[in-house]
């Protein structure tokens, strides 16, 4: 039967797996040129998925680990949560805005979008060694 404890470990696990699929798919990204609208809306779908996919088991994570009595863990994997979507909410209509200058031909918004897609990729490298971090404590 599964009782809180497993469930808190399927969710690290999931937090684990997402996090790192999602880490060594966005960093290949990297050498496309972003200067068309295609990789911007291609990156920007690619961390749409991501944060979707986090937030939901960083969200389940923290209340397994609630009902785990885990207090710290749980407040860990809600802080990733919470990250998560202030993450979403900000990156993404900043991609949305950058993708429509790259289409207009505005080059000054190339190095913006690979500057927001670096630091995607350096906060979800972060939240992995956060949760790597986390384990040690289970």
Known sequence: MLNANHAALFFTVAMLAVTTYFL???IPLLILKHDNTMDAKFIRSFYITYFKFAIVAATAAA??????ARPALALGAASIAI????LKYRFIPQMDQLGSEIRDNNLMA??????IHKTAI???ATQLMTV???????
């Open 83 to 86: 990250l998560t979507l202030v």
């Open 63 to 68: 209340i397994s680990y609630t009902f785990a």
């Open 122 to 124: 350096l906060l979800n």
């Open 24 to 26: 060594f798919g966005s």
């Open 132 to 138: 790597l971090g986390g384990l040690s404590l289970m």
């Open 110 to 115: 190339i190095p913006d979008f690979r500057k």
